[in-house]
């Protein structure tokens, strides 16, 4: 005998009920997923566990300046066309208070090594040998750079490398960052 057609099995309440069920579970578990970083936000500190110095610097020389963090691996074809750019915005740039930090997300260490070594960067170069900061930051792709204020926060995201088009963007934010007042 089936159900009478008015009865919450016949109309499928317990399948509505279990997907609700579900949906809830889904939504409690993806607010607990920390968001990216966008603009607006606080950068992380660049000391994070498991980061170590690779070349061109100290961690202390980025205080108080405005600063370019940019994520990057041995692996993407992009992030080795940026960096003769970003070594260009570090000579333009350096003087009026910018600094550019490249953080690698390689997993073997010997792998930023040999990229950091052919490309040999002027510019402050980190490996995040932990994925430590990397996934404070939820990086999207390879590469990404945050522009990041004296203040500290993200002021602006830019995700990939799109040559002379990036370059621009780039010039005019950095700028408008050196013009503000300390």
């Known amino acids: 005998m089936s159900p009478p057609l008015d009865s919450p099995v016949a109309n499928g309440f317990r399948r509505p009920a279990a997907v609700l069920l579900l949906l809830t579970g889904l939504l409690a578990a993806a607010s607990s997923v920390r968001a990216a970083i966008k603009e607006g936000d606080a950068f992380p500190p660049l000391t994070a566990a498991g980061v170590a110095i690779l070349a061109g610097g100290e961690l202390s020389t980025t205080a108080g300046k405005v600063m370019l963090v940019d994520f990057w691996a041995s692996w993407c074809a992009p992030c080795k066309a940026s960096f003769p750019a970003m070594a260009k915005l570090h000579s333009e740039y350096s003087r009026r208070g910018f600094v550019v930090v490249a953080v690698s997300v390689d997993e ?69 960052l050196l013009a503000e007042p300390n």
Do not use: W
């Open 108 to 176: 073997k260490l010997a792998d930023a090594m040999l990229f950091v070594k052919k490309l040999a960067p002027p510019f402050l170069t980190l490996h995040d040998r932990q994925q430590s900061l990397v996934k404070q930051v939820v990086v999207p792709t390879m590469p990404t750079s945050y522009l990041v204020g004296r203040d500290g926060k993200v002021r602006f995201v830019q995700s990939g490398y799109h040559g002379a088009a990036s370059d621009q963007e780039l010039r005019k934010r950095i700028e408008a």
